[in-house]
């Protein structure tokens, strides 16, 4: 069956510093794979998304992730960092059964200091 | 703006009294998901709508119930509501096909006294 990791509970980041957050996926085929960002009391936004071709992918916000299959990673970036993009991180990956059944990480909480 | 929209935003019932959430969308989706999450957990997929094909999750509880009368609304009814229930839940759509975008309404937050 399809997981998701995401190692690292929380991160602290200071304003304006880069930002990498981790997710690792194990899935027999090439996934589709997610980055959902949640604000406090909201529901989920999606960032960005894979479903193939090129492994560096563009979202919104500022937000890319990469496509490692070696690695079977899916990682987020971001250059700079804004007090806004403190949230809790979503990584998913389908698992292709013909409709979207999104299997979630435990996510992660990105704390942003001054 | 196209939108998921759940009402209400917070809902307080008592241990055992049954309870209904709903959610409707502006999208025109085929599938309709409710997913309950659980505080500082990822949201875990409960049962969802394939137009009116219901598929219920292997490991939700019976007490948890939907209904999808049409298109664009689809409820979550918990039957009898225990202090284990109290989550934020969360309705999303999408069309139909693997990878298609799942949008998100803004959840209830259920507080169970």
């Known amino acids: 069956a399809q997981s998701v990791t995401q190692p690292d509970i929380h991160i602290t980041v200071s304003e304006g510093a880069s930002l990498e957050l981790r997710c690792n996926y194990s899935?027999?085929?090439?996934?589709?794979l997610f980055w959902y960002v949640q604000s406090p009391g909201q529901g989920l936004q999606l960032l960005l998304k894979?479903?193939?071709?090129?492994?560096l992918v563009q979202g919104i916000k500022g937000f890319e992730a990469e496509f490692k299959r070696s690695q079977s990673s899916f990682n987020l970036r971001k250059p700079s960092v804004h007090w806004s993009d403190a949230a809790e991180y979503f990584c998913?990956?389908?698992?292709?059964?013909?409709?979207?059944?999104?299997?979630f990480g435990t996510g992660t909480r990105l704390l942003v200091s001054p | 703006d196209a939108m998921v929209i759940q009402n209400p935003r917070y809902q307080v019932t008592q241990f055992g009294k049954p309870v209904t959430l709903s959610c409707s969308q502006t999208?025109?989706?085929?599938?309709m998901y409710w997913y309950q999450q659980k505080s500082s957990q990822a949201p875990k997929l409960l049962f969802h709508?394939?137009?009116?094909?219901?598929?219920n999750e292997a490991d939700t509880p019976d007490n948890f119930q939907s209904r999808r009368p049409n298109t664009s609304f689809c409820f979550l009814d918990i039957r009898s509501p225990g202090l284990g229930d109290a989550a934020m839940y969360l309705c999303?759509?999408?069309?139909?096909?693997?990878?298609?975008?799942?949008?998100f309404g803004p959840g209830t937050r259920l507080t169970v006294t």
């Open positions: 999208l025109n989706h085929n599938v």
């Open positions: 999303a759509t999408s069309r139909a096909g693997g990878g298609a975008e799942q949008y």
């Open positions: 709508y394939y137009d009116k094909d219901f598929n």
């Open positions: 899935y027999g085929a090439t996934p589709y």
């Open positions: 998913a990956v389908d698992s292709n059964t013909g409709f979207q059944k999104l299997v």
């Open positions: 894979y479903f193939s071709g090129d492994t």
